[in-house]
């Protein structure tokens, strides 16, 4: 589990700042439901890995053996 400024500098900001907020909007990330401000690290990276075409939405690694 990740505070809110962890979340941020674990994806590479240097605070938690409106660009941070916009960039988890944009990727899928939440904070925790029953912890306020607090981030799940795995959710951060499955929701990066969505984001770059790793893993497709319905939770199936895309692999591409050709």
Same mark, same amino acid.
């Given at each position: 589990?990740?505070?809110?400024?962890?979340?941020?500098?674990?994806?590479?900001?240097?605070? =938690?700042?409106?660009?941070? !907020?916009?960039?988890?909007?944009? *990727?899928?990330?939440?904070?925790?439901?029953?912890?306020?401000?607090?981030? +799940?690290?795995? =959710? *951060?990276?499955?929701?990066?890995?969505? =984001?770059?075409?790793?893993? =497709? +939405?319905?939770?199936?690694?895309?692999? !591409?053996?050709?």
């Amino acid at each position: 589990m990740l505070t809110r400024e962890e979340a941020a500098l674990y994806l590479g900001y240097q605070t =938690a700042s409106a660009a941070f !907020d916009s960039y988890c909007a944009r *990727i899928g990330v939440v904070p925790l439901e029953k912890r306020k401000g607090a981030y +799940d690290r795995l =959710a *951060i990276d499955r929701a990066l890995d969505r =984001a770059s075409g790793l893993v =497709a +939405d319905d939770g199936f690694e895309t692999v !591409d053996y050709g």
